[in-house]
């Protein structure tokens, strides 16, 4: 395997994002948690109910032999309504807003391109509000958001709101899914 990389994304709740990166080729790990804030190692409770700044957010490396940044943005933009600021469906606040945290010139070059592609292409009826910030910090969520959604998928949030954005993932792009979850 290739030397892995990480990339750092939040669009909406964790539980989601998790759900649909862990199951692409090339992904190696995923890990829930809170990016973007001022607060060293906050709890969930400190980033809802507090104003810590952090977004819920994911970290990946993954391998960019097997699946590019560009495509990992892609699939990013496509699983989530980033038009919409500060929300993710049902759940509203700064903690839910759509953002990449690049850690690279490269990284936020390919991000800006991705992004003005899709707003230019009427993807979406609507502007993306997506930010594009430099990474700064992440810190992993607590072990109960950790595989959330395999080890719930009959609760009613991973029914309602996270199997819609998996069946897009499987439809969209089927062949960037790892053969286990087909």
């Known amino acids: 395997m290739a030397q892995v990389q990480k990339a750092t994304f939040a669009n909406g709740c964790f539980w989601c994002t998790e759900a649909v990166f862990q199951r692409l080729k090339g992904v190696v790990t995923v890990a829930s948690g ?12 400190d980033v809802h109910y507090k104003d810590t700044g ?11 032999a097997v699946i590019s940044y560009e495509t990992l943005l892609n699939i ?3 699983t989530h309504d980033p038009t919409t600021l500060n929300r993710d469906g049902a759940n509203i606040g ?3 807003r759509s953002e990449i ?8 070059e390919i991000a800006e391109k991705v992004k003005a592609e899709l707003d230019s292409s009427g993807a979406y ?3 993306i509000m997506t930010a594009i910030t430099p990474y700064t910090n992440f810190y992993p969520a607590e072990d109960q958001h950790k595989n959330y959604y395999d080890s719930n998928p009959d609760a009613p949030y991973c029914r309602v709101i ?7 993932l499987l439809t969209k792009y089927a062949k960037e899914v790892k053969e286990e979850y087909r």
């Open 34 to 45: 809170y990016a973007g804030g001022s607060m060293e190692n906050p709890t969930y409770e």
């Open 101 to 108: 945290f690049y850690a690279t010139d490269d990284e936020k």
């Open 94 to 96: 700064t903690e839910y």
């Open 162 to 168: 996270i199997d819609p954005k998996i069946h897009k």
């Open 76 to 78: 990013f933009f496509a």
């Open 125 to 127: 009826d609507d502007p």
């Open 54 to 64: 952090h977004a819920e957010a994911i970290q990946l490396t993954y391998d960019p």
